[in-house]
């Protein structure tokens, strides 16, 4: 398929044709969202996950602190997407930003049709095996500077930098916008244009 325009928000059209793919974790469907801060990948997951009657699966909850993306992806795939693909309960620890460190465990139904799973890391290689189709979501730094510090204002300001670091290193060895099967363009604010859309998934 060829470059989309889908109106005001590609949610629909993306929850369509996740539906349609083979699940891969299991007998569950994973749609990773992936992005930079401040991207519109919450919103535009969160959006899709409503059509598709599905749970969504923060990284946030899953990053060890402002350090802790590595951490993140491996509960992501240890934790998460492996233990659906063996049919297992999932269970990860939370993370707690105010006391700086893991808090309660969160479980998913091994049941469960389809999960998204949004924040930077959730389209990871290491996982990519077991994921059914992922978005990437792209704006630029402007943007997303505007947008992460409007929604997290104090919390993530003195952060912005550090967490950046690790954004650009994860983003330069793992090519997520080249082996997306969708890329959508999140600026400007409210207009969610499909930029790229490749047939079939995973």
Same mark, same amino acid.
């Given at each position: 398929m060829g470059d989309s325009r889908v109106g005001a928000s590609p949610a629909p059209g993306i929850a369509r044709w996740a539906a349609g793919l083979a699940p891969r974790? &299991? #007998?569950? /469907?994973?749609?990773a969202v992936d992005g930079r801060s401040g991207a519109g990948k919450t919103t535009l997951a969160q959006a899709v996950a409503e059509r598709l009657d599905a749970p969504v699966v923060q990284m946030d909850d899953l990053? #060890? &602190?402002?350090d802790g993306l590595a951490a993140g992806i491996d509960q992501l795939v240890a934790r998460i997407l492996r233990p659906l693909a063996? &049919?297992?309960q $999932?269970?990860?620890?939370?993370?707690?930003?105010h006391r700086r460190c893991y808090g309660a465990d969160r479980t998913l139904d091994p049941a469960t049709a389809t999960i998204v799973v949004e924040g930077v890391g959730a389209g990871a290689q290491a996982g990519a095996p077991l994921l059914s189709g992922l978005v990437c979501v792209a704006a630029p730094v402007q943007v997303r500077? /505007? /947008?992460a510090l409007a929604r997290d204002g104090d919390t993530f300001a003195p952060h912005w930098e550090r967490w950046a670091r690790h954004e650009d290193r994860y983003f330069a060895a793992e090519d997520v916008a080249g082996r997306a099967d969708i890329l959508v363009n999140g !600026? $400007? !604010?409210g207009d969610g244009t499909i930029t790229r859309w490749t047939a079939g998934g995973r």
């Open positions: 974790a &299991g #007998d569950t /469907r994973v749609l990053y #060890d &602190g402002w063996r &049919g297992e $999932p269970c990860w620890r939370s993370y707690d930003w500077r /505007r /947008r !600026a $400007p !604010a």
